[in-house]
């Protein structure tokens, strides 16, 4: 069964530290792995896209790793604000999503508190 | 939030009510999507659409109903049938973009629609 799992559930950590939030996925074969951040009470954005092939992907204070062997993905972000805090989820596509409806499969999000 | 609009923002029902969201988008996106936040779950797929006319049931798509009359719109209406509709209602609308030998399939996702059942 395709599935996205995120850990951890939840979050706090005080601004201006880092911290990871990790994404473990079983869909296969598939063709790319996105972030998406959403704030509360407002629809997801894309943070970074990874197809299989590639290993990091950045965008400004976040980077994103995919290691395509262990199914694992890692979001970092980096000198946290408080603007940070939001939920977090890792959205998996399947390959030849197109014919399937562009169906995506959800984590259920890590929910980040960033502390002044 | 892109050019994907969802109303209202908030919505209230009471038992045996239907109700109908709005889901518009200028983007000129074939596809469109609904999905339903409940806490501490990913999105799960109610219905999607991939040209006029036509649209294909999702994961949990009893006690809802759709229509696509027009590409910019994709109604979702929540009938007295969805016995625990109280969530947060999420609107999506698809371009595909081609990559080499990699194809994105890049959603943008409206504001939401919060439904209340009182």
């Known amino acids: 069964k395709n599935q996205v799992e995120q850990s951890p559930q939840s979050l706090i950590i005080l601004e201006g530290k880092n911290c990871t939030l990790q994404?473990?996925?079983?869909?296969?074969?598939?063709?790319?792995l996105r972030w998406y951040k959403q704030d509360t009470g407002r629809g997801p954005v894309s943070l970074t896209i990874?197809?299989?092939?590639?290993n990091t992907k950045s965008n400004g204070r976040y980077t994103a790793t995919l290691d395509a062997d262990t199914k694992q993905s890692s979001l970092h972000i980096t000198a946290s604000q408080l603007s940070d805090s939001a939920s977090y989820i890792c959205v998996v596509s399947p390959r030849n999503v197109y014919n399937q409806g562009g169906k995506l499969i959800f984590g259920q999000g890590t929910e980040l508190s960033v502390k002044p | 939030d892109g050019g994907i609009t969802q109303s209202p923002k908030y919505l209230f029902r009471k038992e045996g009510q239907n109700v109908t969201l709005s889901c518009e988008q200028n983007l000129n996106h074939d596809a469109m999507y609904w999905y339903r936040q409940d806490p501490g779950q990913g999105l799960r797929l109610i219905y999607y659409?991939?040209?006029?006319?036509?649209?294909q049931k999702g994961d949990i798509a009893e006690g809802y109903s759709v229509s696509r009359e027009k590409k910019e719109s994709f109604p979702l209406t929540v009938t007295s049938a969805q016995k625990n509709p109280t969530a947060f209602y999420l609107c999506?609308?698809?371009?595909?973009?081609?990559?080499?030998?990699?194809?994105?399939?890049?959603?943008?996702f409206g504001p939401g629609t919060r439904l209340t059942v009182l």
């Open positions: 659409s991939q040209i006029v006319n036509d649209f």
């Open positions: 999506a609308s698809r371009r595909l973009l081609a990559g080499g030998a990699h194809t994105y399939n890049e959603q943008f």
């Open positions: 990874m197809t299989f092939s590639e």
């Open positions: 994404c473990n996925y079983t869909v296969s074969p598939f063709s790319n």
